[in-house]
């Protein structure tokens, strides 16, 4: 009798184990989300697509969705769980402006500032973000939502990040991994468009080599370009004012120490944590929903707004511009950020059509001028509408 | 140097002067009731009148520690008690004291009535410096029709009472003025459904900043492009200046500074080439103890052995 009740009592036990295992909790959901998880884990590194990006979120996304028992206070939605305190960051937006930091220490603006007509391919590529709003809208989501979901057309992962924490943090996730795998996919989105905006002979054109930049106006751009930006658009301080501090830490050469830091440890420590708690986020009973869907469709069209209106903007731009002067629209593209990926677009393209022409250095002005028109823009979608 | 330490020493003491902790100087008194027959009641179920504060800014800011008094002769009469977790006031929230004259009831009720007060004042921590204060006015006091702020936390601190008024309905521990419970987003849809206006706007603020952007640094390039423009200008004279006297040189002091270089080049036994190495090898650089691992690292105890 002793012995039956301790085989009934280990039985018990091991089914009791059984229940808290994944294994009990599996849902079709759970397995479908685990292969996404497993896809961007080889998209990265078979493909090379953002890998930096795309290991951690792929894996983030296997952890998230490991069926759980619920209230064991180990999931990333469970108040105190170590998962929770590191989602924090994505929650209340410190990740984004700590990544602007080391993205400031480790843009060279020189691009920009040789040729500063090229900021305003930056400013019209922020259409996208726009256009994809107004679509937004017209399929029912709120205006809060339908701004953080047009912000994946400013291909800034950060900003994404920040934007959607504050005006609808419900669709993090969703929003955070839609525009990531966007950027992945920059070099398959971006080029078709470019070669039906553009004609043979405008591919051609060759730009003139931009001129030496003084240290001196590096060490002027992020300081005047924080206070006129900062002043214009206040709501996007805590990014606005990140970038161009870090930029002034790389460009004072006084504090290289710091740059070095904010560009490599730091940034790094960042984007692990932001990576991996953004692809936790989505949990199959949170991330499988038809809004989803919405949101990767609103920012595949975004992202195909805002490359259009970059290319678009720039034949237009050179209806004012004189012969030698003009702009080879193939640079319109890296007005969206994505930083360097667009503008490594930029150049592969032109060279297709002319070995001898390098647009590189050219599409890095529009590249980085995007980075500020994002977060100029997310700082008037934060203004508006939260 | 030192001089300019201490310009920035007394610049930190000078912008500090105008500080108080945690803000203080934020809080407001927001409304009060003087004669309560039929309105709030206290956690004891009594009816006293009643002071309530508003925090103002969008930081947490505790109270405690600071003064309540209707004596501006002895503005310490009632010290809000410290370390209790209730005086700390959430942003954009209220608190509420209880003017029954019963301080023993616990941190909210205060050492005075506001039958017997002409004036109602909040001092900060340090005893002296009045925050806010608002007279009252018995002749229009009547039984539960309190005295507020029109706006939360809007108008004087001097007393004057102007942006107060009578209240139409008591709102203790709430705003005296129901704010409109549509949010920007929401009005926002409603005026602009498709998002045009809001495409319009936003597209014109980031063009408007990149393009102001693109000016000033259009006028900084050509700035610099001028400078160093008239820089190498100044190099170029110097060198015609330079040609111009060379070619006034007489063949006699070509021959000195060729006899002199060759002497030169006898005596110190200097070469055309020089020592330097090209490698691929990693160079060895200078030990230096700021690289030393050996520093950062606790060292090894040594085993001593014993005679």
Redesign the interface.
């Known amino acids: 009798m002793e012995e039956h009740n301790i085989f009934s009592l280990i039985a018990d036990n091991l089914s009791q184990f059984y229940e808290y295992t994944g294994f009990a909790n599996a849902t079709f959901g759970h397995i479908l989300m685990i292969l996404i998880g497993l896809a961007f884990v080889y998209l990265a590194i078979k493909k090379e697509w953002e890998p930096m990006l795309l290991v951690p979120i792929g894996f983030g996304i296997i952890i998230g969705n490991i069926p759980l028992f619920p209230g064991l206070s180990v999931g990333v939605y469970e108040e105190g769980s170590v998962l929770n305190i590191l989602y924090q960051g994505v929650q209340q937006g410190y990740y984004p402006p700590l990544i602007f930091l080391g993205i400031g220490a480790m843009t060279d603006f020189s691009a920009?500032?040789?040729n500063?007509?090229l900021?305003?391919i930056?400013?019209?590529a922020?259409?996208g973000?726009?256009?994809a709003?107004?679509i937004?809208?017209?399929l029912g989501f709120?205006?809060?939502e339908?701004g953080a979901i047009g912000i994946i057309g400013g291909a800034d992962g950060p900003t994404a990040i920040f934007l959607s924490s504050r005006?609808a943090p419900d669709l993090v996730g969703a929003i955070a991994v839609s525009a990531y795998s966007y950027m992945a996919l920059v070099p398959v989105i971006q080029p078709p468009i470019m070669r039906l905006l553009t004609t043979k002979k405008e591919r051609l054109i060759k730009m003139k080599s931009p001129?030496a930049?003084?240290k001196?106006?590096k060490i002027?751009?992020p300081i005047?370009?924080f206070l006129?930006?900062a002043f214009?658009?206040p709501s996007g301080l805590p990014l606005l004012g990140m970038l161009f501090f870090g930029n002034l830490l790389k460009e004072s050469g006084v504090t290289r120490r710091l740059a070095e830091t904010a560009r490599g440890p730091l940034i790094d420590t960042v984007t692990i944590l932001i990576g991996l708690t953004v692809g936790c986020s989505t949990q199959a009973d949170k991330f499988l929903q038809w809004t989803s869907i919405k949101i990767f469709i609103l920012g595949f069209l975004s992202f195909v707004i805002a490359t259009a209106a970059g290319v678009l903007f720039v034949k237009f731009f050179n209806l004012f511009l004189k012969k030698g002067n003009k702009i080879n629209p193939l640079i319109g593209n890296a007005g969206v950020s994505a930083v360097p990926d667009s503008a490594r677009i930029s150049n592969n393209i032109g060279l297709e059509y002319d070995k001898t022409n390098y647009l590189l250095m050219h599409a890095m002005g529009p590249n980085v001028?995007g980075v500020?028109?994002s977060a100029?823009?997310a700082g008037?979608?934060l203004g508006?509408?939260? | 140097m030192k001089i300019h330490k201490i310009i920035i020493l007394i610049g930190c003491l000078t912008a500090s002067l105008g500080l108080h902790a945690q803000n203080i100087s934020d809080m407001r008194l927001n409304e009060f009731l003087v004669i309560n027959t039929d309105d709030f009641e206290d956690d004891y179920g009594h009816k006293n009148g009643w002071i309530e504060l508003f925090n103002t800014s969008y930081g947490t800011v505790d109270v405690g520690g600071c003064f309540l008094t209707n004596d501006p002769g002895n503005l310490t009469k009632y010290m809000i008690p410290k370390g209790d977790v209730l005086t700390k006031v959430k942003p954009r929230q209220h608190t509420l004291f209880w003017a029954d004259n019963l301080p023993d009831r616990g941190t909210f009720h205060i050492n005075f009535r506001l039958e017997d007060s002409d004036e109602i004042l909040f001092v900060s921590s340090d005893g002296r410096t009045i925050v806010d204060r608002i007279k009252i006015d018995h002749s229009i006091a009547s039984p539960n029709v309190s005295y507020g702020r029109t706006n939360d936390g809007i108008g004087s601190t001097d007393g004057s009472g102007e942006g107060w008024e009578i209240m139409k309905k008591t709102s203790p521990s709430t705003n005296n003025v129901i704010l409109d419970g549509e949010s920007n987003s929401m009005k926002l849809k409603k005026l602009d459904p498709y998002g045009i206006i809001m495409a319009i706007t936003a597209m014109s603020v980031v063009f408007v900043a990149l393009i102001i952007l693109y000016l000033l640094f259009k006028w900084i390039g050509n700035l610099s492009i001028k400078k160093h423009q008239k820089r190498s200008d100044d190099v170029a004279k110097q060198n015609d200046k330079a040609e111009h006297k060379f070619e006034e040189t007489s063949a006699e002091a070509y021959a000195a500074i060729a006899l002199a270089l060759h002497l030169y080049r006898e005596e110190t036994e200097l070469h055309d080439v020089e020592n330097t190495i090209l490698t691929i090898e990693k160079s060895k650089k200078a030990y230096s103890p700021w690289s030393s691992k050996i520093y950062m690292l606790r060292e090894t105890p040594q085993l001593r052995k014993r005679n």
């Open positions: 920009l500032i040789s500063p007509k900021m305003l930056g400013a019209a922020q259409f973000i726009f256009g709003y107004g937004a809208l017209a709120t205006p809060a339908a005006l001129r930049v003084s001196k106006e002027m751009f005047i370009g006129l930006t214009i658009v001028a500020i028109g100029v823009a008037i979608l508006f509408l939260s």
